[in-house]
Antibody, heavy 117, light 110 residues
Framework: EVQLVESGGGLVQPGGSLRLSCEASGLTFSTTWMDWVRQAPGKGLVWVSRINPDGRTTGYADSVKGRFTVSRDNAKNTLFLQMNSLRVEDTAVYYC??????????WGQGTLVTVSS | QSALTQPPSASGSPGQSVTISCTGTSSDVGGYNYVSWYQQHPGKAPKLMIS???KRPSGVPDRFSGSKSGNTASLTVSGLQAEDEADYYCSSYAGGHTFVFGGGTKLTVL
């Protein structure tokens, strides 16, 4: 059974940084594309970032490009999202997702990031 | 990376069929056959219902079907059941290792 467990969310001030982690199990992590998707409270889903299996190819939404960095540690089956220069509008639940050719077929439970002063 | 356009709401009575549209551009929906649909119940993580425009993952009832014409994709739910009441989101590959979601449609079973 595939399991994705996110952690690292919390309250941070505008302009601050936060690093999210996602520990994966039940799959061959080192051959799997992974994504981050977020959902602001009461709002819709927004795609954030994507990373290929060896970590050398990434993609970002325009709204986070230059501020967020996705990375992975295949030895530890862990996906990361480094978030810098955080803004109030980055407040959301962040989901870690298994990406099989654009099919987001496994989702974590999400971790809440709140950006507020 | 503009969001795909979905109607905010849709509704139908039990047993009826309802279709939800998802309109993009030639740079996303119209340019690729990587359109997926997700169902989200309140407080839950989204669930993949349709992938690659019309492929139904194992375990998804055959009441759910997908299609695409030009820059518009559609999700049809036939034989509506109470448990189908949820939010539905479409997504599409948009090139350059990026994706885009629709704004979501709240489906109400009357």
């Amino acid at each position: 059974e595939v399991q994705l467990v996110e952690s690292g969310g919390g309250l941070v001030q505008p302009g601050g940084s936060l690093r999210l982690s996602c520990e994966a199990s039940g799959l061959t992590f080192s051959t799997t594309w992974m994504d981050w998707v977020r959902q602001a409270p009461g709002k819709g889903l927004v795609w954030v970032s994507r990373i290929n299996p060896d970590g050398r190819t990434t993609g970002y939404a325009d709204s986070v490009k230059g501020r967020f960095t996705v990375s992975r540690d295949n030895a530890k089956n862990t996906l990361f999202l480094q978030m810098n220069s955080l803004r109030v509008e980055d407040t959301a639940v962040y989901y870690c997702i298994v990406d099989r050719s654009g099919e987001f077929d496994y989702w974590g439970q999400g971790t809440l990031v709140t950006v507020s002063s | 990376q503009s969001a795909l356009t979905q109607p905010p709401s849709a509704s139908g009575s039990p047993g009826q069929s309802v279709t939800i549209s998802c309109t993009g551009t030639s740079s996303d929906v119209g340019g690729y056959n990587y359109v997926s649909w997700y169902q989200q119940h309140p407080g839950k993580a989204p669930k993949l219902m349709i992938s690659a425009v019309s492929k139904r993952p194992s375990g998804v009832p055959d009441r759910f079907s997908g299609s695409k014409s030009g820059n518009t994709a559609s999700l049809t739910v036939s034989g509506l059941q109470a448990e189908d009441e949820a939010d539905y989101y479409c997504s599409s590959y948009a090139g350059g290792h990026t994706f885009v979601f629709g704004g979501g449609t709240k489906l109400t079973v009357l």
